[in-house]
């Protein structure tokens, strides 16, 4: 393993020695507590502070040390987290107060992740940050799902797009998206999967390509539903499904049946009851 990060020391006006705060900006994977980086675990057990949002599993927390901060930055109820500007505030104040501050996103922090924009703010503010990717959803949940995003005789190319934009339209580039041989990954596209669907077929997507939706990937509740692109969005409406829930497109998803593997009813995933 490397070496823990150097508590930062610096010296005050006063010629004091004192403890310079920093923030990590750390991807926490999808779901599984497994997926979590090296790197993360051992910042999650070294932190003063831990902002998480709703979508880091609980698993995930117990990791962090004991008698550290917690401050929940997700609604869970409403699905939306505390305005942007408050949550960059917050992370610029514990820092400032001298903290180990650990902000810890679902996924990766630069996907779909406002790491960006919170790592704007800490650049400006003159904090010290450093930025721990995380595996994406695209990545753990097809993984987990049994669904290749390439595959040299399916797709050569793939593409990750948000079916939720920041001015809620759905103005994506919907000739690129729907190129063949492609395999199209939405986030955050569930309530807008008729309109998608809608958009590929008119834009060239062949009606009848495969297409699966992942609830909870990579944890003990993943369900997925596959369908073609014209059938899935009345498919996830049986099957109810609810946030957060990925949407895979492409010629991949036929190989669903051949390659699951991840039971996810099962007590112990297959990968745990292997011994050491
Ligand atoms: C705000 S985005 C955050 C993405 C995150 N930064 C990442 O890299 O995965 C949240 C969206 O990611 C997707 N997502 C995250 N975790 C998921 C999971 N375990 N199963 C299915 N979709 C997931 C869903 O589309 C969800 O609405």
Redesign the pocket.
């Known amino acids: 393993m490397s070496k823990s990060p150097p508590i930062l020391q610096r010296f005050d006006p006063a010629g004091e020695r004192r403890r310079v705060g920093r923030v990590f900006l750390v991807?926490a994977g999808?779901?599984d507590p497994e997926l979590l980086t090296l790197r993360a675990a051992r910042l999650l057990a070294q932190a003063d502070a831990v902002v998480y949002d709703h979508?880091v599993g609980s698993g995930i927390l117990e990791l962090v040390r004991k008698g550290a901060e917690l401050v929940y930055a997700g609604k869970e109820k409403c699905r939306h987290t505390l305005p942007q500007d408050e949550i960059n505030a917050l992370i610029v104040r514990l820092a400032r107060q001298g903290k180990q501050v650990v902000r810890l996103?679902?996924?990766?922090?630069f996907?779909?992740?406002?790491?960006g924009e919170e790592a704007e703010t800490l650049a400006e503010e003159g904090i010290d940050f450093e930025i721990v990717p995380?595996?994406?959803?695209?990545s753990?949940?097809s993984c987990y799902a049994g669904i290749p995003l390439t595959h040299r005789d399916y797709a050569q190319s793939c593409v990750f797009a948000?079916?939720?934009l920041k001015d809620d339209s759905l103005n994506l580039d919907w000739d690129n998206l729907a190129r063949p041989r492609q395999t199209v990954v939405?986030?955050?596209?569930?309530g807008a999967l008729p309109e998608i669907s809608r958009q590929l077929i008119a834009h060239g997507r062949m009606p009848d390509v495969p297409a699966a939706v992942?609830?909870?990937?990579?944890?003990h509740s993943?369900r997925v539903v596959t369908g073609t692109l014209a059938s899935i969005p009345e498919r996830v409406a049986e099957q109810a499904l609810k946030?957060?829930?990925?949407?895979i497109i492409g010629e991949v998803v036929a190989l669903q049946q051949k390659l699951q593997w991840f039971d996810a009813g099962a007590q112990e995933a297959p990968k745990r009851a292997v011994s050491a």
């Open positions: 991807g999808p779901g979508l996103k679902g996924g990766d922090p996907i779909f992740g406002r790491g995380g595996i994406t959803a695209a753990g949940v948000t079916g939720h939405i986030y955050m596209g569930l992942v609830e909870q990937g990579t944890t993943q946030s957060p829930c990925l949407i």
